[in-house]
């Protein structure tokens, strides 16, 4: 196994080849005989890391978080909707989705997970979410499909789920961010388990919170089209490929 190493300019780099199912792993300095040979094993949260190299990188600031929406019960468009996506028996779940706090490198993830929001919470015409479906093969169960921003009042909508999301994920944790932050710094007789599953919690809370703030940032904007220009000029956020690409056209719309 490659010892870790945290600039990616190091001394190796890897390529995975699919039709062989295999890596290789490319010296790209010169290596002495008996130098430690180290690589970058790539942008992974926390709790990847300890799952499958048994290590947790110091300061590792890569966080993503799995969000999965669903259709509401009480959803006018429920049975419509359900024949869009092709479900037979009743499904409501859509699909299950990473959500990156980097936009600017992971828009991809991050446009499927708020496609699958914007579908949830559409309340106006089917047929416009059909014509947007059609492109799609949709005959695979909890297949993704990217749903462009369709109306300011459809992307607060789909923010405000994406933020209860988080909300109820949260819930499930024993303790608040600022708490398992300051166990972390104060408690130093915490064994290697324990601070290792610590550690793992605060990435994910950082990233509730971080999703969060998003969320609120973006309804702000959308609530205050008057400013908002300016403001996304400015921006300098994570987030701010979003509120180019998404936020924008949305807000010059005639």
């Known amino acids: 196994m490659f010892n870790y190493y945290v600039d990616k300019a190091g001394q190796t780099s890897w390529h995975y080849y699919p039709e062989e199912n295999a890596f ?19 942008a992974k949260p926390n ?23 669903v259709i509401s019960d009480s959803d006018p468009l429920l ?4 024949e869009l996506l092709g479900y ?23 446009d499927t997970v708020m496609s699958a929001c914007r579908f949830a919470v559409y309340a106006e015409d089917v047929a416009r979410l059909r014509s947007h479906l059609e492109k ?58 324990a601070r290792n599953a610590l550690t793992v919690r605060i990435g ?8 969060i703030e998003f969320a609120d940032e973006m309804i702000k904007l959308l609530k205050s089209p008057e400013n908002a220009k300016g403001e996304i000029e400015k921006m300098d956020k994570w987030y701010v490929e979003y509120a180019k690409r998404c936020l924008l056209p949305l807000l010059t719309q005639p």
């Not at 290789?24 to 790539?42: E, F, P, Q, S």
């Not at 049975?79 to 359900?82: F, G, I, S, V």
């Open 47 to 69: 709790g990847r890391y300890l799952l499958y190299y048994g290590f947790i990188p110091d300061n590792n600031t890569y966080m993503y978080i799995y969000i999965d929406p």
């Open 204 to 211: 994910e809370l950082r990233a509730h919170a971080k999703i």
């Open 79 to 82: 049975k419509e909707k359900q």
């Open 136 to 193: 799609f093969d949709m005959s695979e169960r909890y297949k993704s499909f990217r749903l462009p921003p369709l109306s300011a009042e459809n992307e607060v909508a789909a923010l405000e789920l994406l933020k209860k999301i988080i909300v109820e994920k949260a819930k499930k944790y024993p303790n608040t961010l600022e708490e398992d932050e300051t166990i972390l710094e104060t408690q130093k007789d915490l064994t290697l388990n």
């Open 88 to 110: 037979a028996n009743g499904e409501k779940f859509l699909y299950s989705k990473e959500f990156y706090c980097d936009w600017s490198a992971y828009f991809e993830e991050n």
């Open 24 to 42: 290789a792993v490319t010296a790209v300095k010169d290596i002495r005989w008996g130098d430690v040979i180290a690589l970058n094993y790539g």
